[in-house]
């Protein structure tokens, strides 16, 4: 799960990782982001806005709604616009996969990925969408406080839990995949909670750039059937 990011700034910008936190001095966002939810989505890009150094920065609501809706917002070029073309049509496809799943758990950090994925799935699903957040002495405390505002903010029903990884030896032993251990802790919880509750297949926020990345942890969702 990524870093949270709740209202996107110079100082949250420098917290991404890989070709994400290569941006510019005044760039808000520039996001190409990929969802791999299902094959019929692949190639969803999404662009974000230039703004002055002074300027103010824009909550993730709004960044979502102007991707969505180009005339919301200011194309800075043609590239921009370009990428904009097939969104609505990407979008409506993702609102289907969605919305045929009847509800959904969503494992939310409050990263970029996450938030994306989850915005679009309570707009599908309404209520029958919950997030479900890992409170874990490896993330700091104002990133599980940044989930609980987007969630507050947008209405949607958050579950906050305490992770598991410090009970795990493989994980405490920091090998190379250290973030298989841990991730398959949580994700371990969630299908637990999932089973428990109710609330239907579990999803989770992931950019094509991953992909090709080293990323152990994908490696847990993939074994544990995670969307």
């Known amino acids: ?13 420098g917290r991404q990782r890989g070709s994400r936190a290569r941006q510019s001095q005044n760039t808000i966002l520039f996001l190409r982001q990929e969802t791999t939810l299902a094959s019929s989505c692949q190639g969803l890009r999404l662009e974000g806005f230039s703004r002055s150094p002074s300027g ?18 200011k194309m800075e070029n043609e590239s921009q616009t370009k990428g904009l073309e097939n969104l609505g049509e990407k979008k409506e496809r993702l609102l289907r996969i969605l919305a045929g799943m009847n509800r959904a758990l969503v494992a939310f950090s409050g990263g970029l990925d996450s938030s994306f994925l ?5 707009e599908a699903l309404g209520d029958k969408v919950v997030a479900a957040t890992a409170s874990s002495p490896i993330h700091p ?3 599980l406080e940044i989930a609980k505002k987007f969630c507050m903010e947008q209405g ?7 992770s598991r990884e410090m009970s795990i030896d493989r994980f405490l032993e920091n090998p190379p995949d250290r973030c298989y251990w841990c991730k398959r802790a949580m994700l371990i919880q969630l299908k637990e909670m999932a089973e428990r509750d109710g609330l239907g297949p579990i999803l989770h926020g992931l950019n094509k750039d991953e992909l090709r990345d080293y990323r152990p942890g994908n490696r847990a969702s993939q074994e544990l059937g995670i969307r």
């Open 118 to 122: 989850l915005a679009v799935a309570k």
């Open 141 to 143: 405390m104002r990133e």
């Open 156 to 162: 949607i029903k958050h579950l906050v839990f305490e």
């Open 56 to 73: 103010p920065t824009r909550p993730l609501s709004w960044i979502l709604k102007s991707w969505f809706n180009p005339k919301k917002g």
């Open 1 to 13: 799960m990524e870093r949270c990011i709740g209202y996107l700034s110079q100082r949250d910008r």
